[in-house]
Structure formats: C-alpha cells, structure tokens
C-alpha cells in the first residue's frame, strides 16, 4: 500500500532513506506520544501515523484515538480517571465505541487451548481494522505470582511455559491480519501496589526461569511487532530505562528486532531510556520532549542512540501501513459466538457430586442469587475495561432453559446497607432456598477496590457472599456456587455446596455459557491455570508480599505458584491443572519417540486418550518433567507440554506432545546459559500437577559439566572437582614453587578440606605472594578451555 500522502508516480523512500532525510526535530517527535494513542506521522515523507488501543480482552477505542494532535485526548487528568475508575464510575463511561468484550486472559489461559487464542487473536485484528488501530496494547503475559494481584484476571498463570504458548497463539493471531500485537509487561511487574515506584528484586534465575521465559517464548515463537516496558524498577532500575532488559536480553540475546515501547507515563527519565533501547515514549509528554531534546543537543544522547529509536518507529509504521484499508466493520454476531465458546471452553467445575448437569425438564423451582446474575460481572477495572457490543445476562439464560419457575433474589443487599436489611435479605434467600429444587448462587469479589492499580486486600469473595453460600446450602435440597472471580478465593463452605463452577471474568457471553454448562448443553473442560491455596499464608509469595521500603523481595525465587507448593508438599485447595468434566477419561499406551535426549533436541510424548463417559467433552493431557538429578531447586516437577482433545462418547486418539530439550533446561547463574540436567528424566503425564499415574523416562545428555567454574571466591574442593581448574592451579602452584605437575597436583590435594578459597588457601599454605593480575589470568583461561571443551549452543 502506498504510504500516506504519498503521490503515486513517485518511488517509495527505502527506510534507510527515510531516516536520512528526517530532521532532527522531526526524529524527536517521532520518538515520542502525538497525544494519548498514536505515533506521529510524517507526511513529506510519507510515514503515516499509528493508532494504538488497550485491549486485553476487547478493544477499548474512543473516536479522540482516532483525531490527531494534542488535542487526541492527551490530558492527564483523563488519563488518571481512565485507570483509576471503579465501580459504577466505569461501568457508566461512555467514552469507548461498543466492542466485543471477549473473557479475559485468565479464562482464555484455563482453556489451555493455543488455537482457540489464535482464533481470539484473528478476532481482535478484524475489530482493530474496523476502527484503525495498527497495533493492540496486549496480550499481557505477567506471572500470576500472587492471586492477590490487581490484574490478574489480564494474565493467563502462574507458570510460563503455560503463558508464553497461549500469548504467541493471540498474538499469531494478530499479526497474521496485519494488526501488531504489543506485548506487556515488561518485566516483573507482578503487582499493583506502588507500581511505579517498588522495586522487584528477584535472583537471576527466578527472573530469567520464570519472569522471563514467557517473553522469550513469544518473541522467538510469534516475533511480536511491539513489546510494552513495564513501570516497576526491577532490581534497583526502572524498568523503562534498563539498558540490560531491553537491550542485552531482549535483542542481542533473544534476537528481537521490533519496537519498545513505554507503558503510558512510565518513563521518568527519557535520555536515558533511548540510550537503553526504550523506542517510543507514550502518551505525548511536553516535559519528557523537552528533555530529550536538551540530551540530544548536549550529547548525552548521540545521534545513533535517536535514529535507533527512530528507525524503529519507522518501521512499526511500515508494518502498520503495509496491512491498513478502510475499515470494514466486523461480525459482531460471530464475535460474540466467539466470547460465549471461550467462556464455555475456559470454565472450570472445581465441585460436582453429581448434581451437575441439571436437567432442564424435570429441574423446577430454581432460586437464583446474588446480584451478578442479573448483571454479571464479565471483567476488571482499569485500562482494559471496555464497552460490551452485547451481554448475555446469566439470569435470562437461565430461565430460557429451566422447565419451571425461576425466582431471583439479591441475597446480599447493595450498596450501604444496615445490619437490619443484610438480616432480612439473608433470612429471605434462605426462607427461598428451602422452598427450592436448586439453589445457584453467582457470587464475586469485591468491585470496588482492585483491579488495575490496586491488589485485593484478601482471598475472600465480596461482603456478605460466604456467608450467604453457606445458609443457603444449609437450607436448598442442592446448592450450585458460580465464581466470577478474578483469581484464587477461599471457600469455607466447599464441603457444604453440590458443585462449584468458576468462569472467571468471562466476557460478554459469560451468561449463555454458564447456563449451557449448568444444564449439560456442553461439558466443562477448564482447567486451572493457577493454584487455588486454602489459605492466603500457603501462598509462596506470602512472605515477601507485598514489599516494604519500596523494595518488593521475591523471597520464593522460582518456586512460584505450583512449583512452591509442591515443593514444600502444601495440600492445596485445588491444585494446578485441575478441573472437573460431566464425562471421564482413560489415558494410556504413553511412550516417548526417543530413549535419550541431548541440547538442541526434543522428542515427542504419545498419549492414547478415550473418552469413557457418556457425553462428549475434552480433556487437557499435562506433561510433567522430573529429573533424578536436579542441578537447582525448581520443585519436584514442572510443566513441559500439553495438549487438549476434545472426544465423543467411546472415541479415542492418540495425542502427540512435543517437548524440547530447552524447555527442560534451567539457566545457570554460573555459567550465564541454560543447562539440562543430565541422567534420567521421568515424563509424569496425567490431568494436573497433582495427579499423573503415568511415567516415563529417557536419559538426557549434555556437554556441559556439572562441575562449578573457577571463581575468585571458589573452594578448594570445589576447585578440584574441576579437572579444567585442578590443572590451571597446579600449574600456578608448580610455577611458583618450582617442581613438576604431578608433585604440584599432590601438593594442591593437601588443601582440599581448607574451607578458604583455593588461591588464598594456596598461598598461604605454601606462603606465597599471588599477584591478583596472575589470579585473574588463571580464572579467565579457565573460562575460555570451558568455552572450548563445552560451547554454548
């Protein structure tokens, strides 16, 4: 296409053409926010301008994205009011065009279903052409490390390999459109409280094993246009301007070659930031402009840094404008089919004891309670909140499918209220309760306090909710609970209710798909994504949450979620992986292809899988891996692969599950690489974290040793352990006492049980003087024969 304002008898610049020819000014401004959502555009050379929208789980977009200028809703105070809005303030917006309010990444993630988000990922495209937008601000793919987390609900779980596959498939998904997916956010930013200001410090492996795994997976596997950095300091710098995160790991590491671009206000420094490879600085900032005008001028910022960042920007509107037509408008009624077949797809059935499925012919007297019947809650508050084409209200699908009456009642009163009316609304649910053939309750938790820049306080659902579900159950033949929750909650009345169904913050067409699931229309296949503890205290993350000092200690390390209770063999509510089917499965016949695996390979995990029940459903088969021989502490098992089928009554396949010898291999801080765990590996394969009755095992081989390397501070022992580094010693010491290699090996024997370091040991057992140049020369010769004998892959 030809870019704008672009006449068309006239060659289109080359890129390299284009940055040669911009101003100084001109790079300047294309560097950085023209008002609150777009790029600046060039048109005497024909760069257009690009228009970016939240969107999570829908498009947020507002006709100001669409105006150019300052004028483009760039006002601060709006900006604030956007993120910070809660309950009826944001409900009743009306700034945002109608779009399809798709479920949120936390049930999108317990879908466990990479297509279904490929699907996801071509939908939002289609909605962001309709309206303009080249590049849509997500997925978000942070760790679930807390369920506390004011935005969890907008991430997938609390395990990468988990997220990264499911983020690559939205953003395949995207990008096969022509519309950029802006990945976020980066790096760490795993809570709300004092966002811009904490510190998360995290030891090196946890970062690179668990925070930045995911976005490694996505950049490498789906090559993202745009990668959003995150407002946090991580490790004592901010995120924004942190020249080893986005420039060291995430390009000359990982490769990426896409743009950076600043989460909005985010940057407090913006010379600094270019220089660390932060690219575009939004929303349009007069003070953050005039600041990096004066570096440039003063040099602190050279005029590579700028054209960098520039070139960047040129191609992210390249890109943009390569795929741009006129906007055709979309299929909302496909679209909202879409949102019901994720909802129905990622809800998860925690309980059942049989009474799930009801049956809609003999199911009579049905009292339905709580307040989110009638108006659901289908998503977060924040930046993400956006307005619904539609909403299927559960209430209404409820009784479209009942064979009789159907009664609703808030149960807990809204609003302020006094003690006198919560008595008389409980006294009245539960009078109706009694009366009823089933009692469902739709319960949630609180809607005015969490959310984008604010974490829960608790585990509990909203006021008056626990309460009621456990005087209800006392009460109803049979009680079915169902949880638009954004994360864990505790249950203290599980043992009391019949069934529990959880569909997270599930989008517009939440309701059609938990009446469909409650009357066995379609079978639940969810499964979660995250551990559901019993208590708050048996969270990993709980002792180091949620900071002090402005400095946020991820005291757990790399034992997050799943990997922390096992770990420490904590029973969990509900464990990772989980989720009940209204059919059963049978898995068997499970074998690798391959007896060994060594770096650069993988193999593939064959599952038969029969559905034994009566109905159709689908079962998520997990691929576990468990080495004899750990080198780190990462729990007892951790997740490498999956797959979902979906089976008729009495059908059977065979599943294939590829898993990659990178996938198993943990990072080394030592060596600064990834490193497997040679000797046998057992495959545990099964239906969650918790229950896998199959294994198998291969043996995993690799050049890398397990010896530690020579460091300055390196033991005796440990420093004989390595036949690189004994030889290296026992030719310094042979130097400097003047006899034969043999002799000086035997010598350096002696000092084995010395607990002091092998060049202090040394000289003092043998009252030496080391020259620290000479120590030094032996460490580096060391590293560099390790580099030859086992080169990173």
Request: charged share 25%; aromatic share 6%.
């Amino acid at each position: 296409m030809q870019p704008e304002n672009q006449p068309a008898d006239q060659p289109v610049p080359t890129p390299d053409e284009r940055l040669a020819a911009l101003t100084e000014d001109e790079k300047i401004q294309l560097v950085s926010g023209n008002g609150m959502w777009r790029t600046h555009s060039v048109p005497r050379l024909g760069v257009a301008s690009v228009v970016m929208a939240d969107g999570p789980n829908g498009l947020r977009f507002s006709r100001e994205q669409a105006a150019d200028g300052p004028e483009a809703g760039a006002d601060f105070a709006d900006f604030i009011s956007l993120v910070t809005r809660r309950g009826e303030a944001a409900a009743a917006e009306r700034g945002p065009e109608p779009a399809t309010c798709f479920p949120t990444a936390s049930t999108v993630g317990t879908s466990w279903d990479p297509e279904l988000a490929r699907a996801l990922g071509d939908a939002f495209a289609a909605e962001c052409r309709s309206f303009g937008v080249g590049v849509l601000l997500g997925p978000g793919m942070n760790i679930r490390r807390t369920p506390l987390a004011g935005r969890t609900s907008e991430y997938y779980s609390e395990d990468p390999l988990l997220t990264g596959v499911m983020a690559a498939g939205v953003t395949r998904g995207l990008q096969e459109r022509g519309v950029g997916a802006c990945i976020k956010h980066f790096a760490a930013n795993n809570s709300e409280i004092e966002r811009t200001s904490m510190d998360s410090i995290i030891d090196e492996r946890a970062l690179r094993d668990i925070y930045l795994r995911a976005f490694e997976r996505v950049v490498r596997d789906a090559e993202p246009w745009a990668v959003m950095s995150s407002y946090n300091r991580l490790n004592g710098t901010q995120a924004a301007q942190h020249p080893w995160l986005l420039t060291q790991v995430l390009r000359d590491e990982w490769g990426y070659d896409g743009l950076v671009v600043s989460d909005w206000h985010g940057i407090t420094d913006r010379p600094a930031s270019v220089l660390a490879g932060n690219d575009l600085d939004m929303p349009e900032s007069p003070q953050r402009i005039a600041r990096l005008r004066a570096g440039v001028h003063s040099g602190a910022v050279p005029g590579s840094a700028l054209d960098r960042a520039a070139s960047r920007v040129l191609q992210l509107a390249d890109r943009a404008s390569t795929h741009a037509s006129e906007p055709v408008p979309f299929d909302t009624g496909a679209h909202h089919d879409l949102a019901r077949r994720i909802a129905r797809a990622g809800t998860v059935l925690l309980a059942n004891n049989g009474t799930l499925p009801l049956d809609a012919d003999s199911t009579t007297d049905v009292l339905v309670l709580g307040a989110g019947a009638a108006e659901p809650v289908i998503q977060g508050f924040g930046s993400a909140r956006m307005r619904p084409t539609r909403v299927d209200v559960p209430l209404t699908e409820i009784e479209q499918r009942a064979g009789g009456a159907v009664r609703h009642l808030a149960g807990v009163p809204a609003g302020a209220h006094t003690e006198d009316e919560r008595r008389a609304a409980l006294r009245e649910a539960t009078e109706a309760a009694a009366r009823s053939g089933v009692a469902i309750v739709f319960a949630h938790t609180p809607q005015n306090s969490d959310g984008e820049n604010a974490d829960r306080a608790d585990l509990s659902l909203d006021a008056g909710y626990d309460e009621l579900i456990a005087a209800v159950a006392a009460a109803a033949p049979r009680t079915v609970v169902v949880l638009t929750v954004p994360d864990a909650v505790t249950m203290p009345w599980l043992s009391d209710v019949d069934a529990v169904l959880v569909p997270f913050y599930a989008g517009q067409g939440m309701g059609s798909a938990v009446a469909s699931l409650l009357f066995g229309e379609d079978s639940p296949a969810g499964k979660l994504t995250t551990t559901f503890p019993q208590r708050l205290a048996d969270v990993p993350a709980f002792l180091g949450y949620p900071g002090e000092g402005g400095r946020h200690v991820y005291v757990e390390g790399a034992l997050v979620g799943y990997r922390g209770y096992d770990e420490r063999d904590t029973a969990p509510l509900f464990p990772f992986g989980f989720g009940l089917s209204y059919t059963t499965f049978a898995l068997s016949e499970v074998t690798v292809d391959r007896d060994t695996l060594s770096d650069g390979e993988s193999l593939t995990v064959s599952v038969r899988v029969r559905n034994t029940g009566a109905r159709a459903g689908a079962e998520v088969v997990q691929v576990y891996a468990r080495p004899e021989r750990p080198r780190v502490r990462s729990g007892p098992r951790e997740l490498v692969g999956f797959a979902r089928v979906e089976l008729a009554p009495d059908e059977e396949r065979t599943v294939t599950i590829p898993v990659t010898a990178d996938d198993l291999a943990h990072w080394d801080v030592t060596r600064a690489r990834r490193v497997l765990d040679d000797g046998p590996l057992h495959l545990l394969v099964g239906t969650s974290s918790r229950d896998l009755p199959h294994d198998v095992t291969v043996t995993v081989r690799t050049d890398v040793p397990r010896w530690k390397p020579l460091r300055r501070h390196t033991a005796p022992a440990a420093a004989l352990g390595n036949p690189v580094a004994r030889r290296a010693v026992a030719g310094l010491l042979a130097r400097h006492l003047d006899v034969d290699a043999d002799t000086a090996d035997g010598l350096l024997q002696e000092c084995r049980r010395s607990f002091v370091n092998v060049f202090d040991t040394v000289a003092n057992r043998f009252r030496l003087v080391l020259d620290e140049t000479e120590i030094a020369q032996v460490i580096d010769q060391v590293a560099a024969d390790e580099e030859v004998l086992h080169p990173v892959v």
